[in-house]
């Protein structure tokens, strides 16, 4: 394990609140992303990072920002905007982003909860 | 527009019965397409893909381009095999310039003693 880490494991959020979870990894690859997952629903693609300073929106983005200021931190927000925000989260990193055959390497995840 | 469908949610067998994750998918260009599995208290993690055509923990899974299928088997299935499986394909992302991972629902696999 280690590679990549997520903070915290359990999140809390109450109305109208933004929060943000971490996203960190040591294994110097360029592309990093964040999934949703929901029961039932798989792994849902919110957005992607192929470089530092630069990111793409994913299937379901409304709701969410990124950022991606350093190679290996790629934290996201969720914004209040989100209506339906409690999921469990992953983030994953892959060397480069641009290759069909890159295996992704995945985070422990976070659990974001609603009060 | 791409799309990886697990018809089974849940699948349970017995120690030692074949097992088969059903795992089919569509995709208008040549797909790449992977296993990922996921144990109770583990994080995601790759189990195969189908351009390394290699058996881990038991495991094959062979691309069939006309039924547009990629299943997973093991010929005797230990309760250890127990976690979610999804089934992924990886296409190119059109109006970007990377490659973007799809994943099905997930199956989540019961072996019984």
């Known amino acids: 394990d280690g590679g990549i880490t997520q903070s915290p494991k359990y999140l809390f959020r109450k109305e109208g609140q933004n929060v943000t979870l971490s996203c960190e990894q040591n294994l110097n690859h360029d592309a990093m992303y964040w999934y949703r997952q929901d029961p039932g629903q798989g792994l849902r693609l919110i957005y992607y990072?192929?470089?530092?300073?630069?990111?793409q929106k994913g299937d379901i983005a409304e709701g969410y920002s990124v950022s991606r200021e350093k190679k290996e931190s790629f934290p996201l927000t969720v914004t209040s905007a989100q209506k339906n925000p409690t999921a469990f989260y992953l983030c994953?990193?892959?060397?480069?982003?641009?290759?069909?055959?890159?295996?992704?390497?995945f985070g422990p995840g976070t659990r974001l909860l609603v009060l | 527009a791409q799309r990886v469908t697990q018809p089974e949610k849940l699948l349970s067998v017995f120690k030692g019965a074949p097992v088969e994750l059903k795992c089919n998918y569509s995709y208008s260009g040549s797909p790449e397409l992977f296993w990922y599995v996921q144990y109770s208290r583990q994080r995601l993690q790759l189990l195969l893909r189908?351009?390394s055509r290699e058996s881990i923990k038991g495991f094959t899974a062979d691309l069939n381009k006309g039924e547009t299928s990629f299943h997973l088997k093991k010929p005797f299935a230990q309760e250890e095999d127990s976690a979610m499986y999804y089934c992924a394909l990886s296409g190119f992302n059109s109006g970007g310039s990377n490659y973007k991972l799809t994943f099905g629902k997930g199956t989540l696999l019961t072996v019984n003693p």
């Open positions: 990072s192929q470089i530092v300073n630069d990111f």
């Open positions: 189908h351009i």
């Open positions: 994953a990193s892959s060397i480069w982003g641009y290759t069909s055959q890159e295996t992704q390497y």
